[in-house]
């Protein structure tokens, strides 16, 4: 059989007994008590950082008298990784290493799973003999050594099924002849048609929020954005590649023998939801000319995922009041800054959620309309026929408006104008590019706008962020250093008592170790003193100091209370919360 006759007795059985050497009772009681689907006593000992990885690894190699092997020195042949599939792999912890003859070397994380060894013999028709390596380790090298180049192989063999997809902004089909008939024909075949559901239901389900398609001379890439990071799934040959950007385009209700100007569309897709129920998801379309064809942008907007809901965004209780306060004001402004794709626009519709009662008149001024929400007016610039928001917000106040959002404040005109509304007894909602709630106010100020204008009319600034959660079925604890955590900014009472974690990667988190995000807010309520201070052309430092003495937590400091509560790792923070992340 070739197996080590040891491998009959699960590994946290052997944990178990042998505790004295490893753990305390009390950490293997808490172990056990926050065991995850599939997971091992061991590995969440090591998980809760009760038992370094390495010491695990020890410890199994003396049970099961096996040898440990370091796999990121391994070289391993592409034949022999292609012997086990990766969602094998995946599923029992496991990768192979080697083959001489009939005989496979296999890395595990678990050498007693009795049964994944039986399967690896019946899948790879060898006799298998197991090393063990970290799961760290062996996810690492399934991350590595597994490419992603295959769209269905990713999707593991499933075709989605029939979508129900309206084309284009107006609804309809596209009907016609066009100029590029090869690539309308190819663009109809039931393989494009099927590779492009296929994409579309991958970035819904894997919750991205953008889909990448990218020409280059030999292989054009698939990506995703999720959780704010870019992924690669896929490839293709240029060919395949333009029949799937020209049936992208048909389904957007673009002109596909136009491929030197950029063009916008628009996708709307039904399929069934979780609950039986129809799932309706927009996908805003860009397209633009490169050196190898058109790239292609899809920002995904999927209504059933996004809670428009201001309790639903992550905000501390005092912070969540404070912003309530500001959006219930007769009048004023209220300003969100943040980079893109940073959740400021989904604050801002969640406040319009909450202030449509049904007694007031809501307007907006969008670029573009990102998403349709009921009873509230909303309009889209359009800069082909010289309709700005300047143009669209003059137009706006002649048609008695009680709350006005604006996309955004790009330049002096829009200011004005904003404020302007704002004296006259309207409230204003918009956001406006800065890195910090009191750059807002530097920000107004650079764009030619009056210091004394700013104190009378605005509310409230806010910046803010969105921090990835570490995956809760991976992520590791991982001690830091007592110096670093007093320099990230906590008290030396706080450094001694937070327990730090990092991301891993598994399956579940597709071996990123996050697993969604959560937003954290820096809220600056303009009183009496920093509307003095405004008007008076103080600096930025000091209304900062103010603002703090106030009881302003900063983003840093909302940060660490992220990692407090064991959601996300130093590492992150630091990412998303220096000076220079914007940049």
């Known amino acids: 059989m070739g197996t080590n006759p040891n491998l009959l007795v699960p590994v946290s059985a052997l944990v178990e007994a042998h505790l004295s050497e490893l753990v305390s009772p009390e950490q293997c009681r808490e172990a056990r008590a926050s065991l995850s689907d599939g997971e091992s006593l061991g590995q969440a000992l090591v998980r809760l950082g009760h038992l370094p990885e390495a010491r695990l690894v020890e410890f199994l190699c003396a049970q099961y008298k096996v040898q440990a092997v370091d796999l990121d020195t391994s070289q391993i042949p592409p034949e022999v990784i292609k012997l086990v599939p990766r969602e ?88 016609g002849e066009v100029d590029v008939a090869e690539l309308e024909k190819q663009s109809q075949e039931a393989p494009i048609i099927k590779l492009a559901n296929l994409i579309l239901v991958r970035a819904v389900q894997s919750r991205a929020s953008d889909i990448h398609l990218e020409p280059f001379e030999k292989d054009c890439l698939v990506r995703l954005r999720v959780d704010g990071r870019i992924k690669l799934v896929g490839t293709l040959k240029p060919a395949p590649f333009r029949w799937l950007t020209s049936r992208i385009k048909v389904m957007s209700d673009m002109n596909l023998a136009e491929s030197r100007q950029p063009q916008d569309g628009r996708i709307k897709i039904k399929f069934p939801g979780d609950s039986g129920q129809e799932r309706e998801v927009d996908f805003r379309v860009s397209t633009l000319p490169t050196q190898f064809g058109e790239k292609v942008v899809l920002r995904v907007l999927d209504k059933t995922a996004q809670k428009l809901h201001l309790d639903a965004l ?46 007031k008149t809501i307007f907006t001024v969008e670029d573009p309309i990102e998403i349709q929400v009921d009873r509230v007016n909303q309009t889209a610039v359009n800069h082909t026929i010289n309709l700005s928001f300047a143009k669209v917000l003059r137009a706006l106040l002649r048609q008695d408006p009680d709350i006005i959002m604006v996309g955004e404040i790009r330049d002096y005109e829009t200011a004005e104008i904003a404020i302007q509304a704002a004296l006259v007894g309207r409230l204003v909602l918009s956001t406006i590019h800065a890195n910090s709630a009191v ?88 009183g009496a003193e920093l509307r003095r201070m405004i008007a008076e052309h103080e600096t930025a430092d000091r209304m900062l100091q103010e603002a703090t003495r106030l009881g302003m937590r900063t983003l840093r400091d909302e940060g660490l209370k992220i990692i407090q509560k064991g959601q996300t790792s130093v590492e992150e923070v630091l990412h998303v919360t220096s000076s220079d992340s914007d940049n």
């Open 439 to 526: 750059d807002t106010i530097v920000r107004l100020i650079s764009l030619g706008v009056e210091p004394s204008l700013i104190s009378r009319t605005v509310k409230l600034t806010l910046a803010q962020r969105l921090l990835r959660k570490l995956c809760p079925r991976c992520k590791r604890v991982e001690p830091t250093p007592l110096a670093e955590l007093l320099t990230l900014g906590f008290t030396e009472q706080e450094a001694g008592q937070v327990k730090t974690y990092v991301a891993v990667g598994c399956p579940h988190c597709e071996q990123t170790g996050y697993s969604g995000r959560v937003g954290i807010y820096e809220a600056m309520p303009i």
């Open 314 to 359: 992550g905000f501390e209780p005092d912070t969540l009041a404070i912003v309530r306060k500001a959006i219930h004001r007769p009048h004023g402004i209220v300003l969100v800054t943040g980079p893109t794709g940073s959740g400021k626009t989904t604050t801002l519709y969640s406040a319009l959620k909450e202030l449509d009662t049904g007694a």
């Open 88 to 175: 094998m792999a995946e599923r029992l912890v496991a990768i192979p290493v080697k083959k001489q003859g009939k005989r496979l070397t296999v890395a595990m994380a678990d050498p007693g799973d009795v049964t994944g060894i039986k399967d690896l013999r019946f899948r790879t028709e060898c006799e298998i003999d197991v090393v063990v390596a970290s799961d760290t380790a062996i996810y690492r090298a399934i991350s590595d050594h597994y490419n992603e180049t295959n769209l269905k192989e990713i999707w593991g063999g499933r075709e989605p099924g029939d979508l129900a997809v309206t084309i284009g902004e107006s609804g309809q089909d596209v009907g």
